[in-house]
């Protein structure tokens, strides 16, 4: 025995004790991996190998190694703290230095709008045209927007209704082809809102009137004016003719062209034209039930103020508006390693890449074997607490252990030094 093996073995548990310390101090350090310490056995070396009768002359740490076991989720009361379910790291950037990969979550808007962590590291991913259309490509700092959407001017209508066949002809026998004050000279009306260029709302209703088996007339008003003819004298818009069954019309097919022209709403305001509006009656019906609208599609919308911003599961931040329009503000990138334990640590819940960890792997949430996101919440460290307890009590033992061959050794070389 000599005072090597006790020394090594004093070092390698000083240092197993340090791993243990910092696993407990990190348990509820947010994205935290659980670090092990790996040890190895040392022998001297010889020109000619080692016998069969080696004694070994001590430990060594070779490695500090980190788990990267998904650690428990939790939800938090902050949209944009962010967990990863699943294989991945959060990208991060300074400007300044390469990319930085992290499981901490923990992002906030800063000033300029740009998703930063406690580091005012930017998070990055692929931004979003004006469309909201995502654009991938090289990964950039994500920016939320803070200005409001235009308003966009209807062009389409769909309509999905049923005229019952079971009604009359209701074309007056004489003066003009409609009253609209009159509900004797139209069987059916129904209503919806549409928008022009500028997002102001215009009240259009449509007006069905029967004037023959499977012949329909459908007139229509703006702000309470004819779209054709005159108020005095009113021009239907479409005719519509099905079949005798009545399960789809024999004309207009694939929609009809509309000018809508300009009115006054309630509220004064003079409204735009708006020209070639395509209306669609395909998936109108004429059976022998009563008159029902199932649905109306238009494809404008007014104005609107940002009122929140979610991140979803793919990682697609949606701005939401007022008027009730949302879009694609960018998309969240993320980057996985063939070796994660190769990772360079780098605080700060952060690790950096290396030639061992390998060339990233990137993509977003939900590809491949990459995780998904869950926003609202946080992964926690993966430190099992009482195990960590256990080991440094093993490790204390170890320790004094170590304490003991030494005190051993020195006590058999004082036994030396006082033989006469």
Known sequence: MSFQQGLSGLSATNKNLEIIGNNIANANTYGA??????FADVYAASLNGAGTNSIGIGVNLVAVSQQFTQGNITTTENPMD????????FQVSDGRNPVAYTRNGQFKLDREGFLVNNAADKLVGYPADANGTILPGKAQPLQVPTQGIAPKPTSRIDLELNLDARQGVTVPAAGPGIDFQDPRTFNNATSLTIYDAKGQDIALTYYFQKSGADTWNVFATVNGTSVAGTNAAPAPITTVTYASDGSAPLSPVGGFAVDIPASTNLAGAQTLPITGLQVDFDGTTQFGSPYGVTNINQDGFTAGLLSSVTI?????IMARYSNGESKAAGQIEI???RNPQGLQPLGGNAWGATIGAGDPVLGTPGEGN???????????????????????????RTYQANAQTIKTMDQVLQ???NLR
């Open 370 to 396: 990459l995780g998904i996101l869950q926003a609202g919440a946080l992964e926690e460290a993966n430190i099992d607490l009482t195990g960590e307890l256990v080991h440094m009590i093993t490790a204390q």
């Open 415 to 417: 036994t030396l030094v």
């Open 312 to 316: 979803e599961s793919n990682g697609i």
């Open 82 to 89: 962010l967990a990863i379910n699943g294989p991945g790291f």
């Open 33 to 38: 991996k659980v670090s092990r310490a790996e």
């Open 335 to 337: 980057a996985t390693f």
